[in-house]
């Protein structure tokens, strides 16, 4: 987990509940008679500025973008076997989101290999698609701005690997 040091203006990081965000600057602003430093934070495919206490950050999960390394082992958790639980769909659904929602790109991808279907499979539910897309777009969105490259991209290069897997 990164330290609020190793953040300047400029930066692409990660805020999980958002996905990746440009930091525009840091900011001191008066709250109730109180000085507080936030950082203010761009996500410009949700057309959301977001402001975040300093204070707060560590335990929001702001970090930087994923290594090289976080990457390739993300990559990998797709080509492994999925996981088919015999729980109820609503306890994988929480389960699902939660792995979204941490911000960790292993994590991310599990969900992606988990419910991703190949052409001869079968046709996934409506809330099946929606995490899988909302998984989908967090690990592109990622790759994409890591390696410098357009989301499409990232996107085909992570379902190039589910289909040959």
Do not use: C
């Amino acid at each position: 987990m990164s330290t609020t040091a190793s953040f300047k203006d400029g930066d692409l990081v990660v805020y999980p509940a958002h996905g990746v965000g440009k930091l525009l600057s840091i900011e001191t602003q008066e709250v109730a008679g109180h000085e507080l430093k936030v950082f203010v934070i761009s996500f410009i495919k949700n057309r959301m500025t977001l402001r975040l206490p300093m204070m707060k950050a560590h335990n929001a999960g702001l970090r930087n973008l994923a290594s090289p390394h976080e990457v390739n082992t993300a990559l990998k958790t797709l080509k492994k076997t999925p996981v088919n639980r015999k729980v109820i769909w609503a306890r994988r659904a929480q389960e699902y989101e939660l792995k979204i929602s941490s911000g960790q790109l292993s994590s991310i991808a599990e969900v992606i290999r988990d419910l991703y279907r190949g052409e001869n499979q079968p046709d996934q539910s409506y809330s099946e698609r929606q995490i899988y897309q909302a998984a989908l777009q967090r690990l592109s969105a990622e790759i994409a701005a890591i390696e410098n490259i357009e989301e499409t991209q990232a996107t085909e290069k992570v379902e190039q690997i589910l289909q040959a897997a």
